[in-house]
């Protein structure tokens, strides 16, 4: 017999291999073909942003739980890396330091930690920090270093706009889409990724790859993203249908900014998003609504960051009201 | 395609190490410990005393109650005391002991009964013959037979499924006892045909156990009313519930039974000790085990008498090996972990699971991410992260309005929680409460 | 300028007269007559909402003392006498003099005295360990020590004292609300008289298993050995199912049985050391059992 006392718990007495560490690594990884073209694209400057991000992160995560929670310190679970990672990839890269390092703050201190820390969050604590920094630093927030220029040069980045930003603008003064069209990225570059943009929205077929390996890893389900990037398709598409000239085509909208990280990696946030299949496709399509809302109604140009972040909000009562169906209680006669 | 259960469900690894090893008997012991609460329901009453002689098959406890069973004697010998040892629940419980009489050649006759198919018994004697020998079912759950098969007048019923699915990982006694006792196990179904006096059987196997399909499928060729289901492997489709849900596509009704949709289930180990005890009077006294386990020298199915310390079943198979940390009565999703080896073999052990150092421990419990994985795998449609956060907090009744009498614990959401929270152990602690409430109201 | 300061003034000066004349409205509206008393009777007792008088709160034990007619079998363990006294004057009712208590334990299975044969994974409460199973050691009946007791005291009367693994209770905080007796899964904790200065002589163990077996899982288990039913010259020693249980009441605290227990399982508190003979006795027993004595000590700190 072994020195060790028999161990005595409650069934079951096996355990599948996975873990909530290995949950955030596997994101982590899906992330990497996103920040090597990024990296392609804005050479040292997306090291720096995402470096920085996910430091900052780890540092806030370490402090605030030893010194001010006083509780175990938990920066070794991968959440605060992908906070930093997922906070890095929505932000320009040509944003000063220390802003990144406010928003790392916002991100961990404000919407993770003061929640409870891991799993009581509400908000998506990377989104949050990106929204904290774009409303307050407006300016810095949407100077999006242009892609061909910065791949040479960093020190005076030549600052353009998105895809989305020129369509917005353009629409604003009146041109016609057919114009516009001439001044954007045709789709096959959006596709590829040489476009302005955030660090990690660049290339929509990196996001993919990554995206279907959460999906084959079983990290994520199908359900959100499929659901937002079809349900944002149909919307502008009916809009373009109507009139081309007034609105872009879907292509455009869902392979343009953050449309595919929010879809893959941002709204489907274990944390953040609903626990039931019903109640993720709810969720999906009330992010792709408000987006599109956003996009083609509102003031910005990109509307994904304040979609989730309002969709996360309703999270409680989705999962309130979109239960799984219990085994055995009678299939409903609906009322019509 | 092959049938399943549609809603949830795990496929952890199905380890059936013994799956190849043919049912060895066991020796005799020479002291047997028999529990008298082996069953759910109510424990049975002694009636011999200290020094009494007892007989093979001689009944020592007697039923307590129309939800309870008889108690036989698993071997020829003399009740040497009446005592209070550590049985399966982890608490000191009545049992009684016997010591074997050596001299008495009953108890080690090997008899190997030949098929008997010939059925001659009355469906209301069948019915009597299986209360009076003890018979519960052998799946693990050991619901007392003849109150699942007391269908009272009026009630539709028109099917009997036979549980051969064993679900539950590592163990292989309801695969074993398929292979090498099939035709007693269709005379045995035939048997509970006449007695339901209904026409229509199906055997419910897992496709992982090709072999028992395949001579099921060859023995039932001839037998219109006998069919063979080969079901996807999925976890818990040995419940009643999920089996009833993938064969026949019926659901039972929330806290409702399957005879509530005309089906009974029975277990095949079940449905072999009936075939035993009707056409051989043998009272049901041994039961196959499994005794299994990654490390261990010679892991086997054996032929075991009730009351048999598991201690011998582990020397049999080479003794505890070096870094044991765990040993489980029955399967590692269900089964009950024990202190030690002086547990008897009672009616619900299929199988002793001796687990080493590296899969015994648990992970530390951390916060809950709300992957919601224990939802997706909940077979019934429960929200097992909601229900232990309810039970946690004390909100029992928010828990009940959740439904959380129905789970069936079988551990799915736990196993694959990757926070590894214990979401059974407040969803089981909840459920004792609840019932403690509700029993509290009426 | 002065134009917008004024504007300001005067639209929150009517806002302010608004709101004041609804509020006067819904009060007079929607006033619930209350029995005054039961503010009264609310005022005097603890306010401690424990529940240890069977009402879930203060508030509505006063209500129910109030409405009801003979209040002779309610008592508010934490107020005592006195507080029922002063409701009782209040009230013009009778109440019933009640001897104060205070928690004790019965178990003194410290990790050193009773060895854990098995080690428990899950979540750490009384509650769900006793569902599972017997508990680490291998006496059934003694304390879980996962201190269900001590989060349920809601005067921090209760700490648990790392190196016996069992919790201990502080006699002087304790009200005797009798929570922990409720939480207690295996009814370790029981409410005996205070007596004068806090004396106590009570059986330390719940072990109903035969002598052998109990000494096996716990070196102060009581063994059912019956020397203190026989020395007790008041028959307050009754012996049930293996086990010594001394009645409170008929117990005069004389120590007899203390000194005679083979295995030191009754606990007495609070008596000053005396008689040489006496603490050459205590020395050996500390020698033997060191965990006891400390046990003792800390109960009454």
Redesign the interface.
Known sequence: MSTQPIIISASPHVHSDRTSKKLMYDVVIALIPAFLVSLYVFGIRAFIVTAVAIISCLLFEYLIQKYLMKTKVTIGDGSALLTGILLAFNLPSGLPIWMIVIGSLVAIGIAKLSFGGLGFNIFNPALVGRVFLLVSFPVQMTMWPTAVENNTTIADAVTGATPLGVIKEGLMFGDTMSTIATKIPSTVELFLGLTGGSIGEMSALALLIGGVYLIVRKVITWHIPITMLVTMAVMTGIFWMVNPEQYANPLIHILSGGALLGAFFMATDLVTSPVTKKGMIVFAIGIAVITVVIRLFGAYPEGVSFAILIMNAFVPLINTYFKPRRFGSKIKSKIV | MLKTFP?GG?H??ENKITAEKRIRRMTVPKVVYVPIAQHIGIPSEIIVEKKDKVEIGQVIAKSGGFVSSNIHSPVAGIVTKLD?I?DT????KQCIVIRTDVKNESNFEEKDYPLKSQIDMAPKAILQRISDFGIVGLGGATFPSHVKLNVKEGVKLDCLLINGVECE?YLTADHRLMLEKADEIVVGIKILLVALNINKAIIGIENNKKDAIKLFKELTKNESNIQVAALQVKYPQGGE?QLV?AILGR??????LPLDVGVIVHNVGTIFAIYEAVQYNKPLTERVVTVTGKKLENPSNFWVKIGTPITDLVTEVGG?P???????N?G?????????TDVPVTKGTSGI?V?S?E?????E?????????C??V??????P?LLMNLTEKGFYEKASNE?IM?CI?C??C???C???R?L???I??GK?IVKKLQTAKN | MTDSVLYSVLLLASLGIVAAVVLYVVSKKFYVYENPLIADVDEILPGANCAGCGSPGCKSFAEKLVNTEDISDMFCPVGGNEVMKQVATILGKEVAEKDPTVAVLRCQGSCEVRPKTTEFQGPRTCAISAMIYSGETDCQYGCLGDGDCIKVCKFDAMYMDETTGLPVIITDKCTSCGACVEECPRDIIEMRPRNKRDLKVFVGCLNEDKGGIAKKSCAVACIGCSKCEDICPKDAVVMVNNLAYIDPVLCTLCRKCVDICPTHSIIETNFPPKKPKKVVAKKNLIKKEATVEPLNVKTDA
């Open positions: 809603k795990i952890p690894p209070m550590i629940s982890g608490y000191k990982p519930k849900k659901e039972v009704p929330k806290n409702g505890l070096e870094g044991t940390r765990k040993l489980v029955g590692p999703m269900m089964g009950k972990a024990i202190k030690n699971l687990i150092e899969e015994a421990s648990r992970g419990a951390k916060n809950c991410i709300r992957c919601g994985e939802v997706f909940c077979p019934m449609g429960l929200e992260h439904d129905t614990e551990g799915s736990s196993y694959v990757p926070s590894h214990p059974l152990d407040y089981r602690f004792n």
